[in-house]
Nanobody, 114 residues
Framework: QVQLVESGGGLVQPGASLGLSCAASRSIFSFTTTGWYRQVPGNQSDLVAT???????NYADSVKGRFTISRDNANNTVYLQMNSLEPEKTADYCC????????WGQGTQVTVSS
């Protein structure tokens, strides 16, 4: 069974930076795509950023230029660096991985507030 464990969430002030990590229980190269989605209560999960096994990245328009997805293959970890955070980015950030199935982590809460 695949496990995805997120870490790095917390409370930050507007304009601050925060980095999230997602540790997978198997090689991230075994997934076609890994990435991050955000979930606000009452809403569906929205794409934040993804990276394919070939290294192609995709970002939501609202985070382009401020968020960066990256990975550490040796440690089976995917990262999300978030800069210039705004209160509107407050959400539960969930790690996702896809092969023939769709796997989700438990999520890590990010709160942007003064």
């Amino acid at each position: 069974q695949v496990q995805l464990v997120e870490s790095g969430g917390g409370l930050v002030q507007p304009g601050a930076s925060l980095g999230l990590s997602c540790a997978a229980s198997r090689s991230i190269f075994s997934f076609t795509t890994t990435g991050w989605y955000r979930q606000v209560p009452g809403n569906q999960s929205d794409l934040v950023a993804t990276i394919t096994v070939g290294g192609i990245t995709n970002y939501a328009d609202s985070v382009k230029g401020r968020f960066t997805i990256s990975r550490d293959n040796a440690n089976n970890t995917v990262y999300l660096q978030m800069n210039s955070l705004e209160p509107e980015k407050t959400a539960d950030y969930c790690c996702n991985a896809k092969d023939r199935a769709n796997y989700w982590g438990q999520g890590t809460q990010v709160t942007v507030s003064s």
